[in-house]
């Protein structure tokens, strides 16, 4: 099957949605001619009939349009009865969705409650041990024949109830026999989903929503991309449902969400949406409604000329091909630039918020590891002497030839200015202004980085058209991704740079960023740095893999997160999984070093990669037993 560059999406250019078919869930319509829907899930006990269903009110009266509830079990899916009942009696019809796993009995049962059940294809039939098996065709077919067998009854049951499902893969939960046949693959995801699509086709049940959920935001965006990509090729256009799992709390949660879902809402794919935090669940949906309203009116934006045979590579991670200029391009990580241009007078206090601390008593700097790697100071002048790691910028009628010191140039500048050029020479450039006639006069300048911005409102899209045209013209240019965030909130800065600078970053786009806004430098400094993270682009602290939280837990997962980050976030490049049961818990594990899972109550497994080492130990010592885990390992550093 070939699947072309653009065929994820309607327009690389244009933004509209993706057109899918129209789902029902209970009186909800999902996909379509609908508006993205926000759904969240329940952290209650599902036999705890009263709090779930108290939960699950605070979740509707938060905006959750679908709850979902988990039923691990026939005795948890026989008393979503009950919390269906408590809810409806206080006057809320909100659709119910049952989250299923390892029982397909549990979700028959469901089925004829609840309004949706979702079932993950990894675990919901085969197995997950990390084994390879060797297939051929015929034995792969009898494989796709006992997964039918097993699936079909499910299938009649929502058929007959007129109850949707959703086909839920998780990147962590691939089961053995898609593993062995795809990979650890975004195609391995998909088809994962799509065997179950066909035999539901095969029985006429088209009550269906799709999803590809990761906690790579890179395998993430590849995958939806791809299952876009195939359902089109196979005539089929079921609505998707967009989520970051594991993604953790807090700012990086929101972060790494951001990316993923923005990442895909940008390409105008999505249907409905969970922001998937390690937190209460009434806190993760004024986070989706932010990323979801902002193409309420993204239709309107200025036109983009069309992309002819782009030179893109949607479905694998590449970074673009540039050239060396400092430590800027070629196969260096992303750059961070702070502009600091607004004080009157530079001290070294000023440069304490991005990373650098000047001691007096050692006579040197202390760098921290999210230390930035330029600032912009405009017009202004330096007194004293900077560390060796960082470089200045500053505009070319005040720049001053030194060894950390480079021009910043506009376009017109560039010209006016022939005879005073430094080693490099940053030229700040409109996707308007790339395509005149000066472009071939700056391709022959082999000292130039670009930063290019644009105020089309479809930002994105326009600024990945500059990188194709990059590609076609093979100006391999080191660029800057530049963009003004001003006059918002502060949760809006977090979620909407998220989004636009994750974007092409997970298209291998960027030799850096610059962001800037009113806000303080460190929270600049900081979100800017947790984009290139959630990207995976440049690590520069401890990565958290940290579960939303269900009725599946097995430990208090806000205060374990929080605990566990006090005592590791100084584990430069180090992933810790942290996971409240075992459902995902080895399969997320996989993309950790180390991981601390809920086997039991009371009782936690210590994973190192997926493999488990230390089986059920007590709840009260398993922080202490992880932290000598990464000790024996020899990743533990001690902290400052």
Known sequence: ?????????????????????????????????????????????????????KQSIRMIKAGSELVRITAPSKREAENLINIKNKIRNRGYNTPLVADIHFTPNAALIAAEIVEKVRINPGNYVDKKNFNFIEYNDESYGLELDRIKERFVPLVKVCKNNKTAMRIGTNHGSLSDRILSRYGDTPLGMVESALEFVRICEELDYHNLIISMKASNTQVMVQAYRLAVAMMKKEGMNYPLHLGVTEAGDGEDGRVKSSVGIGALLEDGIGDTVRVSLTE???????????????????????RIPPIVKPLFQPYSYSKRESL?????????????????????????????????????KLDKWIIADQAVDYIFIGNNKLKFKLPGTLYVIQNIRFWEKNKQAFPLFTLKEYFKYKGKKGSINFVNISTTEFFSSN??????????????????????????RIFLELEKINWKVPVIINKEYYSITKDEFQLYSSTDIGSLLLDGF?????????FSYDIITKLSFGILQATRTRISKTEYIS??????????????????????????????????????????MADADYGYVGTGVGQISLYKGYEVVKKNIPADVAVQALIDLIKENGDWVDSN
């Open 1 to 53: 099957m070939k699947i072309n560059p653009d065929d994820f999406c309607n327009s690389l250019t244009e933004f509209s949605r993706s057109e899918t078919r129209e789902v029902i869930v209970g009186d909800l319509g999902i996909g379509g001619n609908n508006p993205i829907r926000i759904q969240s899930m329940t952290t209650t006990d599902t036999m705890n009939t009263e709090e779930t269903a």
């Open 280 to 302: 209460e669940p009434e806190l993760e949906l004024p986070v989706a409604k932010l990323l979801i309203d902002r193409y309420n009116n993204r239709y309107k934006h200025a």
């Open 324 to 360: 060396l200029k400092n430590n800027i391009g070629n196969d260096q990580v992303p750059r961070v630039i702070i502009d600091i241009s607004k004080e009157d007078e530079l001290t070294y206090e000023h440069l304490v918020n991005v990373g650098y601390t000047y001691s007096k």
């Open 439 to 464: 472009l071939l006069k700056l391709k022959k300048d082999d000292s130039i980085v670009l930063l290019i911005n644009t105020m089309n409102d479809h930002w994105v899209a326009d600024i990945r």
């Open 510 to 518: 960027g030799d850096g960023i610059w962001l800037s806004s009113d």
């Open 547 to 588: 579960c939303p939280s269900c009725g599946r837990t097995l430990f208090d997962l806000q205060k374990v997160t929080s605990e566990i980050r006090s005592k590791t976030n100084h584990l430069k490049g180090v992933k810790i999984g942290i996971m409240g049961c075992i459902v995902n818990g080895p399969g997320e």
